[in-house]
């Protein structure tokens, strides 16, 4: 097989990437802006329990993860499939990082935004919705990107719990075609042209947000 | 001294004239913003010069192209003769005709009082340590800050970092003196330690380029004052013809702003 | 079936056993990637074409899973004759992948140091290399401890992945048990847990040494 066809096989893989890493955003979505804004107005004994789990989801290893509740749920009589297991497990490993975004982006805002809404009488929930919510997820907005290359990347480990996405396809060929070096470079060649264009954006989005630097806070 | 590697300066290229500075038709664009306008300006060896001016008017910037932090891109700047080629790119900079004093001190922080002064002397004048230690003590004894010589840059007063700034530029015993507005940062009761300072240099002889918002310095110290506005030169006269009868309206203006 | 917490516990000792394979992993891959980070990011400053070059590895390297990195190199290694252990493998891999991203905290730690600091090496007449070694350079390692402490935590939690190139370490040796007992949940749990608390001691180490830092040094 030539090289562009390798490159085109391992592209097979493409859909169950996108697929998981779609599904993956549903759990993560949720579950930064909940998590984010409750640790952010919470203090205490709650807040403590938020960033439990917060710090669960996001320190645990992602491979584990994955194999653990592949393995461990049925024991305990839940039946997922390999796809919902891996997009809850990467959803919300993703999700925890994405709070801490939402949180960093909450925290810098002007303390006046608040104080000009409570002025004009909006509630508390009110003001985060309209007037703070969507001005940290802009300040943000470069590190959300980030997150999702993350995720995008992250979906490489369903290969080894049975998903037919990109990886598993390369390994599948460099099995039959015996030609590591062509497959394995198109798969990271598959990547790279998946993920380039989604930093490029980013970066775009950077310059014309004028947002806060992306925080790396994790690979 | 002789150790160091002299800098083009001293080897006797150019003419041994008195001049120390001489810019000729300097002109500088930041990108489209046209910052120093044919300036001509002469300073003779031992002179002091006070340069002052509204905020932008270029008269840092001015300093800074002698001291070749910046570049510019027409006229020239000759020192002691010798012609400047804007930045010095040269991977070996070697000993430099002036030390330069910054607004915002630029010690280095991981390193204490002693150190910031014995780097150059090392690294560039490759004196041996405890030579270096001797003539960096020297210095810091000049300018009173001695015992902080063990101290971090952190540890100290604004003042007192100054002052230890401009032991440091001293070490490498510069024939030219340039200073950025140096008082600027300080908290008004730590400027008068440096002005006392720079003032012990200027009876020393010195040459002495200075930047300054401080009128009483000027008039003290200055042979000349040098009124600068959207980068051209205003007026040049000596501080009594400055402040009491100057020539040009603008700087009548520009007086009559500042010493309110 | 139902969990065993007792079988999970028999199984602590032997994969505690192989936690120094796990650190010895992280450090030499932190190491790696410090070297590597650091070369990028000189290189990308160096000049316009080792620039651009610099600029589309350190891009590359971001867009592209480690995952896909470990199989590359163990694949591919020994098709050009460079037979190396799989640990070796394993570290040569993680080195590539986080030396992308800490060339972004080179960068950043550089940009942090007031451009003051060069002007003035350049006034006192410091040579380009002096005031690197000299001024910069440690300034610089001041601004990168605390990003590279973070790093260093996930590296360790990338550590996993390598026994997916059969490296014996904690997951690795979790799967031995596994196929020997034919009981999955139990091995993985416990070396998620063990990883998990590894993770959060470094945290813990990570964020004294913020503190320390965060002190003007006093001699």
């Known amino acids: ?219 | ?260 | 079936m139902n969990f065993d917490p007792i079988m999970a516990l028999s199984c602590v000792p032997a994969i505690l056993g192989v936690v120094a394979t796990t650190v010895e992993v992280t450090l030499a891959s932190c190491l790696g990637s410090c070297i590597l980070g650091f070369g990028l990011e000189m290189a990308r400053r160096s000049g316009v074409s080792t620039g651009y070059a610099a600029r589309f590895i350190i891009d590359f390297v971001r867009s592209t899973p480690a995952l896909a990195w470990l199989y590359f190199l163990y694949f591919v290694l020994p098709r050009f004759d460079i037979v190396l252990p799989p640990m070796a493998v394993g570290i040569v891999g993680l080195s590539i992948y986080f030396g992308g991203y800490l060339a972004e905290v080179f960068k950043a730690g550089i940009d942090a140091i007031p451009q003051g600091q060069s002007e003035a090496a350049k006034a006192l007449g410091l040579s380009r290399i002096d005031t690197m070694a000299f001024v910069l350079f440690p300034q610089m390692l001041r601004n990168v401890a605390a990003p590279i402490g973070n790093y260093f935590i996930s590296i360790l939690k990338a550590t996993p992945y390598l026994a997916t190139i059969a490296v014996p370490e904690m997951l690795g040796r979790a799967f031995d048990i596994a196929s020997d007992t034919y009981r999955y949940a139990e091995p993985l749990v416990v070396a998620g847990v063990l990883l998990l608390l590894l993770a959060l001691a470094a945290a813990q180490l990570v964020r004294l040494l913020e503190r320390k830092l965060a002190h003007p040094s006093r001699r």
Not at chain 1, 88 to 102: D, E, F, K, P, R
Not at chain 2, 189 to 218: N, S
Not at chain 2, 219 to 235: F, N, Q
């Open chain 1, 1 to 219: 097989m030539s090289f562009g066809q390798l490159f085109l096989g391992v592209l097979g893989g493409l859909q169950v990437t996108a697929t998981v890493t779609a599904y993956g955003l549903l759990f993560a979505i949720p579950f930064a802006l909940v998590f984010g804004v409750t640790q952010h107005l919470t203090s205490g004994a709650a807040r403590i329990m938020i960033t439990a789990v917060i710090e669960f989801w996001r320190s645990s290893a992602v491979i584990i993860l994955l194999f653990v509740f592949y393995y461990a749920l049925p024991v305990f009589g839940i039946r997922l499939s390999a796809t919902a297991v891996s997009a809850l497990v990467l959803g919300l490993n993703t999700g925890a990082y994405g709070s801490q975004a939402i949180r960093a982006g909450l925290q810098s805002l002007d303390k006046g935004q608040l104080e000009a809404a409570s002025a004009l009488g909006l509630r508390r929930q009110h003001s985060m919705l309209l007037v703070e919510l969507p001005q940290a997820v802009r300040v943000m907005a470069p590190t959300f990107v980030n997150e999702l290359i993350q995720l995008i990347k992250g979906t490489a480990l369903v290969s080894l719990v049975t998903l037919s996405d990109m990886t598993f396809q390369a390994k599948q060929l460099a099995e039959i075609e015996y030609n590591p070096v062509g497959v394995y470079s198109a798969l990271l060649l598959a990547y790279f042209v998946v993920c380039y264009p989604i930093t490029i954006f980013g970066r775009w989005l950077e310059r014309h947000t004028g947002g806060a630097r992306s925080l790396s806070g994790e690979f």
């Open chain 2, 1 to 260: 001294m002789s150790k160091a590697p002299i800098s083009e300066i001293e080897t006797g290229e150019g003419n041994k004239q008195s001049k120390a500075i001489e810019i000729a038709g300097l002109d500088k664009w930041y990108g489209k913003f046209h910052a120093l306008k044919n300036i001509e300006l002469s300073v003779a060896t031992g002179q002091r010069v006070v340069l002052c001016g509204p905020s932008g008017s270029g008269k840092s910037t001015l300093v800074r192209c002698v001291a070749q932090l910046e570049g510019f891109q027409g006229g020239t700047i000759r020192v002691f003769g010798k012609r400047l080629h804007g930045l010095r790119q040269d991977a070996s900079r070697g000993r430099p005709f002036a030390g330069m004093v910054f607004q915002q001190f630029n010690l280095f922080p991981h390193l204490t009082v002693l150190g910031n002064c014995t780097l150059a002397l090392r690294r560039v004048l490759k004196q041996p340590a405890p030579t270096a230690r001797e003539i960096a003590l020297h210095h810091l004894d000049k300018v009173k800050v001695r015992e902080q010589a063990q101290k971090f840059p952190a540890q100290l007063s604004g003042g007192q970092q100054q002052r230890v700034a401009i032991a440091r530029a001293l070490c490498l015993e510069p024939r030219i003196m340039l200073f950025d507005e140096p008082t600027s940062a300080l908290d008004p009761e730590m400027v008068k330690e440096v002005l006392d300072v720079m003032t012990d240099l200027a009876k020393g002889g010195m040459t002495m380029v200075c930047v300054t918002h401080e009128p009483g310095f000027a008039r003290a110290i200055a042979d000349e004052v040098v009124l600068m506005d959207e980068g051209r030169i205003v007026e040049v006269s000596p501080p009594d013809v400055f402040f009491a009868a100057p020539k040009q309206e603008r700087t009548r203006q520009f007086l009559a702003k500042v010493l309110q």
